[in-house]
């Protein structure tokens, strides 16, 4: 929950010659009040426009959210879905997670789907259980299609905003573990074109350690892509 539009604006504007030569997928997932600005500004450039979240139902009586078809109406392209924020402030569950992938791509839309744990359950052994259920469950029936174009990030929510990251063969470790879920049920061909990103204090100083490693493909950046020249640190990171 930051930025105005005007500086959403800037943002923008600051960050596109930063990462205008990067082979890499740069997303932005601002507010919806930010949603609007950022796409105009973002015409023409390499940078992809997505919202931090989104409701199952296309329309009706869900007075103060937004639907899928709303997002795609103004050129929105991708939907953060279950960001452990979500899950503990506002009781997303790994059923309404999966309602609204569901709806994401009903409505032409490709979700970015987290899953992570807790301290405590990490504490209690209990972290690779927990994140290859919430894998499970959120893709429940999805065609291999659909799943194959789902990004998942792995976002440890003892990691988040906290400045600490799980170390690189930790992060790498987990993700291998909800790959190779994802293959159980879909098999290699489907997991190994999943994109799956580590998310949790990603940061210009860590993000090469992260990117390098076997199964990591990327990065859910939070506090660091509030700032353009650290954020385009770690796009362009070598």
Not at 85 to 91: D, I, K, L, V
Not at 140 to 158: F, M, R, S
Not at 201 to 227: H, Q, Y
Request: net charge negative.
């Amino acid at each position: 929950m930051n930025m105005l539009p005007n500086e959403a604006i800037e943002f923008v504007q600051n960050l596109e010659p930063k990462v205008k030569d990067t082979k890499n997928e740069v997303i932005l997932c601002v507010p919806y009040t930010d949603l609007f600005y950022v796409l105009l500004n973002a015409q023409g450039t390499n940078i992809k426009v997505g919202a931090q979240n989104m409701h199952f139902e296309e329309s009706g009586a869900y007075t103060g959210e937004i639907s899928g078809k709303m997002l795609k109406s103004i050129g929105v392209e991708y939907v953060i879905i279950g960001h452990s924020e979500r899950r503990q402030y506002f009781a997303e569950t790994d059923e309404s997670v999966n309602k609204k992938i569901k709806a994401a791509f009903a409505n032409g839309l490709k979700p970015i789907v987290c899953v992570g744990e807790t301290l405590e359950e990490r504490e209690e052994g209990k972290a690779i259980d927990v994140i290859t259920r919430q894998t499970r469950l959120a893709l429940e029936g999805l065609d291999k299609d659909l799943v194959k174009n789902t990004i998942i990030a792995y976002e440890p929510i003892w990691a988040i905003g906290t400045g600490k990251t799980a170390t690189s063969d930790d992060a790498n470790e987990s993700i291998k573990k909800i790959r190779e879920e994802i293959s159980k049920i879909y098999g290699n061909d489907i997991a190994e074109c999943v994109i799956i990103q580590y998310g949790g204090s990603v940061k210009s100083t860590n993000a090469k350690e992260l990117f390098t490693k076997s199964d990591i493909d990327g990065g859910l950046v939070g506090g660091a892509s509030l700032n353009a020249e650290e954020f385009a640190k770690i796009v362009n990171y070598e």
